[in-house]
């Protein structure tokens, strides 16, 4: 890799897609799976240097695809969609700018004709929906989540720093019919997928979230970052629901960056100090906590978990791959290093890993 980046690479048959900055360029690039050579990078020069932390560089934001075009958000620069040979079939630069201290990483999701976006945090905030095919707006929901107001709850800072959603939407089977899930600051959300309509709402975040909405057994879980609760809501209903059907609330827990999964009645999260938790999904009471700590100086982690054949599959930010089985009894299954910082997460596909580092992009299976 040219330069250090976050985003997690996507797969589909021959095809490899990974976002990458490469100086003052937001890039695309598309390698050949079998050798991973480079086959084309297409972008466009960042007209001006946004701000962003350190440890998040720019393009954190993965790409995505349906098998004809690949559609991938270069955050200030707009929403950008090419072919599989890297011709560009359409823009949108009139989005605004996507403007934090922190960055941004919120990736674009599709799913029938439409392409979703959560496009902040910053000043401005907004959940948008395009067709897939020409970047035309279906519609766009505005969300208030009072950035920029000195009296917020987190702590009379102006809001600058301490509220934002890095949330990638989810798309769930909610009694019956599809809803948009999305998690703000301070509450969780549900949309039609169609028209934008709110449906739902639950509150009890912190103004900080990081991590996407989890489905599973017909409850959300959803996780506040900075030490902010963690939260699970039986999904549907109508209105403000948060009397009404949120389960459970957990005050307050360690930093999550990584998204976690649901499997058998049980969640599953790999949390940024570096401990694998697995929770309850109908009550929230921890079953087991495990810290993971491998080769690496660090057994820190912003890897979202990897399920796979009732495995899951992490990787920490100095390269420990952990494989720990999805069960009520925690049992550690492998720790392979790979020697090298990552913030991303693992992708299988057809029997291999795909994995990316701040150094390289690996394809790791069993030899032929």
Known sequence: ???????????????????????????????????????WQQGVAAKEKDPTHQTNPY??????????????????????????????????????????????????????????LNFGPGETTYLLAVDKKTGATKWKYDEDTGYGKPDDAAGGKGNTTFIGSWTTPVIAPVEGKEQLLMSWPRRLA??????????????????????SPIYGDGVVVTMGGYGGPAMAVRAGGSGE?????????????????????????????????GTAVCLDLKTGQPVWTERLKGAASTGQNWSSVMLA????????????????????????????????????????????????????????????
């Open 1 to 39: 890799m040219p330069e250090p980046g976050n985003s997690t690479p996507i797969v589909w048959n021959d095809r490899v897609f990974l976002t990458q900055a490469v100086g003052d360029r937001r890039t695309l690039m598309c390698f050949a799976r079998e050798d991973g050579k480079l086959l």
């Open 59 to 116: 393009c954190s934001a993965s790409p995505v695809t349906d098998g004809e075009r690949v559609i991938v958000s270069f955050a200030s620069e707009g929403l950008y969609s090419y072919d599989f040979a890297g011709k560009e079939l359409w823009k949108r630069t009139d989005l605004g700018r996507q403007i934090h201290i922190w960055g941004n990483a919120s990736s674009p999701v599709i799913h029938g004709d439409l392409c979703y």
């Open 241 to 273: 629901v948060t009397d009404s059907r949120r389960l459970w609330l957990l005050p307050k827990s360690p930093q999550r960056i990584g998204s976690g999964v649901v499997n058998d009645g049980h969640v599953f999260i790999h949390n940024d100090p």
């Open 190 to 211: 549900a949309y039609d997928p169609q028209t934008g309509k709110e449906l739902w709402t639950c509150a009890g975040l912190n103004p900080l979230v990081y991590t």
């Open 309 to 368: 054949d009732g495995l899951c599959y992490t990787i920490t930010q100095g390269g420990d791959c952990f494989v720990f089985k999805a069960s009520p009894k925690f049992e550690l299954v492998a720790t392979n290093s790979l020697g090298e910082r990552s913030n991303s997460s693992i992708v299988p596909s057809n029997g291999e890993f795909f994995i990316r580092t701040h150094a390289a992009l690996y394809c790791i299976g069993a030899k032929k």
